[in-house]
């Protein structure tokens, strides 16, 4: 072998050293393949978790939505399209859709403004600020079902708070949750009340990442606290804005709850949104197959809404 080698001229160092490479390659890919196992075993509960509760719902709503179903939720036969044509029809469905648009306009910018004011004024290291700050994060903590309560003995004609200060200010009561020109804007303002925890803790914690040496350096610059919040501190925060927009967007396009107990759709469908609608539809109608539909049409409208967002909105945040 020595002769042959030399005839060839091979280097005896990569000859004599391949194997050792080979021996260390298959241990490399030992240790990727024990790696990705054990990733997955650790997976492994998550994923079980969302093929029970999320793609086969999925899967059963696009069955359901193509046949038509008895009072029971049985399928009686293939129906095609004919469950969206059905709700394309509908006007109820087009009513559902506009209180849906009312209500996130409603809902959306107020609660991000109001938050990022109130982030922006507890923004500091002060000790009396922390119970500011602990007093504004405070509706994080309640469920949809204790807010809405508390806000239907706020909302009551008689002995409820808010028209006891409408009296004390010579106004008229209002029927907060009676009068269909009213209805849709209290669910919005409870919404945003509810809502307004997280939105704050998100803003305060995007205005806490921002390095203390860019305040300081716009003061020393003559910047005044208007200036700096609105031509630095908001760019900088563009990012955490950007993900609370999309958030709250899904979010109010998703509200069942408190309309369910405050107004229960009412009154004259004036605050029936999509998501209890499809409610309506299909556990109180019994409509399966057409409530299946609905629930699709408004998954695909969330994901248009979120790809448009992706699309226009992303081109204004400065990340760094």
């Known amino acids: 072998m020595n002769r042959l080698d030399d005839t060839l001229h091979l280097p005896h160092e990569k000859v004599q050293v391949r194997p050792a490479q080979l021996r260390g390659a298959r241990t490399i890919s030992g240790l990727k393949w ?9 997976l492994g509960p998550s994923l079980i978790l969302f093929m029970i509760f999320f793609f086969y719902p999925m899967i059963q709503s696009v069955y359901l939505s193509l046949h038509s179903t008895d009072l029971t939720g049985r399928v009686n036969g293939f129906a095609g399209l004919d469950n969206f044509s059905y709700l394309f029809n509908n006007h109820l469905f087009f009513n559902g ?35 500011f700050q602990f007093a504004f994060s405070l509706p994080v903590v309640l469920s949809v ?16 708070m808010l028209n006891y200060f409408l009296s004390l200010l010579h106004l008229s009561p209002i029927n907060w949750l009676v009068d269909p020109k009213w209805a849709l804007l209290s669910v919005s303002i409870m919404t945003v009340w509810m809502n307004l925890g997280f939105n704050y803790i998100i803003l305060s914690s995007g205005l806490r990442g921002i390095p203390d040496e860019i305040r300081e350096s716009a003061s020393i610059d003559g910047a005044g606290p208007l200036r700096l919040f609105g031509q ?12 609370l927009v999309i958030v709250s967007v899904i979010s109010s396009f998703q509200a069942f709850g408190q309309v369910n107990i ?59």
């Open 34 to 42: 024990r790696e990705n196992l054990l990733a997955y075993i650790f």
């Open 97 to 131: 859709l506009k209180v849906t648009v009312y209500f996130a306009l409603l809902t959306v910018p107020t609660g991000i403004i109001l938050a990022l004011i109130l982030a922006a004024l507890s923004n500091g290291k002060s000790k009396g600020l922390t119970i």
């Open 145 to 160: 079902g204790s807010s809405s309560v508390i806000w239907m003995f706020l909302f009551h004609p008689s002995l409820g």
């Open 232 to 243: 630095i501190l908001l760019p900088l925060l563009s990012p955490t804005l950007f993900f």
């Open 262 to 320: 405050l107004t229960h759709g009412g009154p004259m469908n004036s605050t029936s949104v999509l998501v209890f609608s499809i409610y309506q539809e299909a556990f109180e109608n019994f409509r399966f197959g057409t409530g299946s539909a609905q629930a699709l049409v408004l998954f695909v409208i969330i994901i248009m809404l979120t790809l448009i967002q992706f699309k226009w909105a992303e081109k204004k945040v400065h990340y760094q």
